[in-house]
């Protein structure tokens, strides 16, 4: 069976605010990396004394219909914080039955 699979990255201060926007799209199911470092299009973020700052990230597994719902809806929060780092890269997931 095939699924969409989404990653959700943005910065840490976002976080509750995220989680609030995929709870209003119906998003019920996801995994959660509480903390990662790395360096995309802005200052690296490595939760040291040099680059305070952390991501995390959000998985999601789901129909492609949902997925279009929370895509619309996380570029309703980016229109709200157009500053901060927010990406979404989405990719096909295939179930694999053991």
């Known amino acids: 069976m095939q699924e969409i699979r989404l990653e959700v990255i ?19 199911r ?6 990662i470092h790395g360096r995309g299009r802005q200052e690296p973020r490595e939760g040291n004394a040099i680059w305070p700052e952390v991501n995390f990230m959000v998985i999601i597994y789901c129909e492609a219909e ?16 157009p500053l901060e780092g927010l990406r979404v890269f989405k990719t096909l997931a295939e179930i694999v039955e053991l």
């Open 10 to 28: 943005t910065n840490k201060s976002l976080e509750d605010e995220l989680m609030l926007y995929l709870k209003a799209a119906h998003c019920e």
């Open 30 to 35: 996801y995994t959660i990396i509480p903390q």
């Open 66 to 81: 949902l997925a279009e719902n929370i895509i619309k809806t996380l570029k309703d929060l980016k229109q709200k914080y």
